[in-house]
């Protein structure tokens, strides 16, 4: 993903990157909605043992195929979304978006979506030729997917136990992070982050704008990228605040009331980043907000290991995961 800094008085630089009233019966099903960060953790690691899932290798296709499984086990009716979009390169690269409808007893449904690609390119290496190393993608990628898998499992078990979950639409987008590494020289060209993502808004728009196809009715959607690292941070981010202030909002304060207010940071909304969320909120129309870490006072305003080699299981820790996952299963759970 991507710093992106634009809009109004907010001079920004462009570096790569890449509801209210609780009604008694859900703020049941919030007391009961738990998460396991070793979990989480373990569909983390499992994640990475594949070794970086770039597009086109064969630990990518074969994490692709694992992620089938693990959304299938816990009954989930799972599609996969191929096609091709073109690259920073201008040329066609293919994509594959993994999607798992979870049914509850309620709709309009809530996305849940992650990427899960790992970036071709360490290109904030220090070390030129480390530059040229793809990215493990423990946080960059597999943190978000993990928790996400961990929350599908949650809900197929309160599911089995006659509990009333909401409807979960899981999208795992693909070629988020290839978007125009810092040594190309070519023709710049635009959008060329979050691929998957692009296409999946842009099929979906498509979808509801055909009256002979019932288009799943989505509310809104929690994006989660880069969910990991000890010392995370997820100020308000400012795309999110634009399009999906309320949502933005209600999350926000579940964390508070959940004891996770040092994470969830609510007192500044800091510059647009341009990941998955801005083509669901931009080209889906679907409110989409983003809990993602990120920082003022870094030079490339991610964290260090971000884009380079160290993006390891080293900085992944399990209090951080149980402040995202408790947060996010808590908020959906209380619709
Ligand atoms: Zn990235």
């Not at 709709?107 to 480390?130: G, K, T």
Request: aromatic share 10%; glycine share 8%; charged share 15%.
């Amino acid at each position: 993903m991507f710093r992106g800094i634009q809009y109004g008085i907010l001079v920004l630089l462009l570096l790569c990157v890449s509801c209210v009233k609780q009604q008694q019966s859900s703020t049941t099903n919030s007391q009961l909605s738990t998460f396991s960060a070793d979990s989480a953790y373990a569909y983390i690691e499992a994640q990475v043992a594949f070794g970086p899932r770039v597009p086109g290798t064969l630990e990518h296709s074969l994490c692709g195929d694992w992620l089938v499984a693990q959304l299938q086990r816990h009954g989930a009716q799972v599609q996969q979304q191929t096609g091709t979009m073109i690259n920073y390169a201008g040329q066609q690269q293919p994509i594959r978006n993994i999607t798992a409808l979870i049914e509850g007893s309620s709709l309009p449904a809530i996305l849940l979506c992650a990427h899960w690609d790992c970036r071709p390119w360490s290109d904030e290496e220090e070390d030129y030729d480390q530059r040229f190393q793809p990215v493990l993608g423990a946080n960059d990628g597999a943190s978000g997917v993990g928790v996400i898998l961990e929350i599908v499992r949650q809900l197929a078990s309160l599911k089995a136990q006659g509990q009333a979950i909401p409807t979960v639409q899981v999208v795992f987008f693909d070629c988020e992070d290839m978007g125009t590494p810092t040594h190309y020289t070519g023709q710049e060209r635009p959008d060329t982050w979050c691929l998957g993502s692009q296409l999946w808004a842009k099929e979906y728009k498509l979808s509801t704008l055909n009256s002979q196809h019932s288009t799943l009715n989505i509310q809104y959607g929690i994006l989660l990228d880069m969910v990991g690292d000890p010392l995370a941070t997820f100020p308000r981010e400012y795309f999110s605040m634009q399009y999906a202030q309320g949502y933005v909002e209600k999350l926000w304060r579940t964390a508070a009331r959940l004891g996770y207010g040092r994470y969830f940071v609510r007192n500044t909304t800091y510059y647009p980043i341009t990941d998955d969320h801005y083509y669901i909120n931009t080209i889906a129309g679907i409110p989409c907000l983003d809990v993602i870490d990120y920082k003022e006072d870094t030079n490339t305003g991610f964290s260090s290991w971000w884009h380079t080699q160290r993006d390891d299981m080293q900085n992944i820790n399990l209090q951080t995961l149980q402040a995202v996952g408790q947060t996010v299963i808590t908020t959906i759970c209380s619709r």
